[in-house]
């Protein structure tokens, strides 16, 4: 696609119910990010993909957060037992290779996640 | 401990006066840097970005940022700003030599154009 796409783009859910946000990279584009920003906050690195597989989880905040990557594109970003501090928006983001040689990260809107 | 540090939180000016945004880091080894803006209800959008050379970097709408390695700062400038310049802007940092390329943010300046 044009840019990177997410879904949805607004989410309120009940806390410990379990939610997923979905990220669409742009085409062709092997290395895909999570983050996540809460008010007043800047921008927290979750989890990074290459491919399919995830050699960085180290911004995962507990094991209630888990993400995968299928066929090298989809990602899906699971909370399991939402609580009131997950409430952020939550960001994904894509560029065509991984590792620092110049190439450009590319973010998609958010999915805003209120958990009430 | 890698981090960047942007001192203004809320910047306030009128149009045409002149900007400058600090951002200072903390990493070790060669870093890429970048601005990043995000207007109100919009994606964060690439502003500028330095990976070597020349360490007076131009962007888009006529911002532009100095590296100065001895200062670990990267800090954005604008002559003259414009009301649409109100937005948030980010400062990030990546090494050279990492795997994955993850940016680490600053906390955001939110500017405030008044017409």
């Known amino acids: 696609g044009a840019g990177v796409s997410q879904s949805p783009s607004n989410k309120v859910t009940e806390k410990g119910k379990d939610v997923e946000l979905r990220c669409d990279p742009i085409?062709?584009?092997?290395?895909l990010y999570w983050y996540r920003q809460s008010l007043g906050q800047g921008l927290e690195f979750l989890i990074y993909?290459?491919?399919?597989?995830?050699?960085?989880k180290s911004g995962l905040p507990s094991d209630r957060f888990s993400a995968e990557r299928t066929g090298g594109s989809v990602s899906t970003l699971t909370i399991q037992r939402t609580q009131q501090e997950d409430s952020a928006v939550y960001l994904c983001?894509?560029?065509?290779?991984?590792?620092?040689?110049?190439?450009?990260?590319?973010f998609g809107e958010g999915s805003w996640l209120t958990v009430v | 401990a890698q981090s960047v540090s942007q001192h203004n939180h809320h910047v306030i000016l009128s149009e045409a006066a002149s900007l400058e945004l600090g951002c200072n880091y903390s990493?070790?080894?060669?870093?890429?840097l970048f601005w990043y803006v995000q207007y109100p209800g919009q994606h964060l959008q690439l502003l500028l970005k330095?990976?070597?050379?020349?360490?007076l970097v131009k962007g888009i709408k006529g911002f532009e940022a100095e590296f100065i390695k001895s200062k670990f700062s990267f800090n954005l400038r604008k002559p003259s700003v414009q009301w649409s310049d109100t937005a948030e802007y980010f400062c990030?940092?990546?090494?050279?030599?990492?795997?994955?390329?993850?940016?680490?943010f600053g906390q955001g300046t939110t500017l405030q154009v008044k017409p």
């Open positions: 993909f290459q491919g399919n597989s995830a050699p960085d």
């Open positions: 983001a894509s560029s065509l290779f991984g590792g620092s040689n110049g190439n450009t990260i590319y």
């Open positions: 330095y990976f070597s050379g020349d360490p």
């Open positions: 990493y070790g080894g060669t870093v890429n």
């Open positions: 085409s062709g584009h092997t290395a």
């Open positions: 990030a940092v990546n090494g050279h030599s990492s795997n994955t390329g993850k940016l680490i």
